[in-house]
């Protein structure tokens, strides 16, 4: 695997876990309204989901792309054609809203049963599962490991740096939710959302074998 596509890869992972989607909201409500333990529990369970979806990832579409050309550019298109239409969702989509329920402020859960309920949130979502079938083949190169190891090396790398993203949107919290009520906040994160997609979408069209 080069460099420069592990590189590439990060960087859009991280922007891609910085942009305000249904799971770091989740992370980020939870640790308000139930304290950081739940936030933090919550993520390590959300962010061990990506390794199913990477093996599944790993194990299919890799073998497809390698049987022939034709595979590849079916994968392909209808990989990119999934990503335009996330961008176009994120372009449509309305701000959500912060539900904070002071009742449950105290609200004590094990962190077995915090971590099950994050992880079974991102292994039953399907469209994580569509997600990375998109996103993960377009970073794999001819050099070095299989398709099927850099995968899994891929997921890994989205899972950490989700980890430690989700971890600081559960300690910090407090002092992130007042963007949640900025409409200047939501305007370029939709700009960035939209753009970063969209151009993941070319970049996987116009991807040789």
Not at 36 to 58: K, M, P
Not at 76 to 100: D, H, R, V, W
Request: charged share 15%; proline share 2%.
């Amino acid at each position: 695997m080069e460099l420069s596509a592990l590189l590439s890869f990060l960087g859009a992972a991280i922007l891609l876990t910085l942009m305000p989607g249904p799971d770091n909201i989740f992370v980020l409500t939870e640790s308000m309204t139930k304290g950081q333990r739940n936030g933090i529990a919550i993520s390590i369970g959300l962010c061990s989901g990506i390794l199913i979806h990477t093996l599944a990832a790993a194990t299919g579409v890799s073998i497809i792309i390698q049987k022939s050309a034709m595979a590849f550019s079916v994968v392909k298109y209808l990989g990119a054609a999934y990503l335009f239409y996330l961008a176009y969702q994120s372009y449509k989509e309305k701000n959500p809203e912060l539900k904070i329920d002071s009742e449950n402020t105290q609200e004590a859960k094990s962190f077995f049963s915090l971590f099950k309920k994050g992880f079974l949130m991102n292994v039953l979502n399907p469209k994580v599962a569509l997600f990375f079938m998109a996103l993960l083949p377009q970073f794999v190169t001819e050099q070095g490991y299989s398709a099927v190891w850099q995968m899994i090396i891929l997921g890994a790398v989205f899972m950490m740096q989700a980890l430690i993203i989700f971890g600081f949107i559960s300690i910090l919290s407090g002092k992130l939710s007042k963007y949640l009520n900025s409409a200047q906040f939501w305007k370029y994160t939709k700009i960035g959302k939209v753009s970063v997609l969209s151009l993941l979408g070319l970049t996987l069209a116009l991807a040789k074998k």
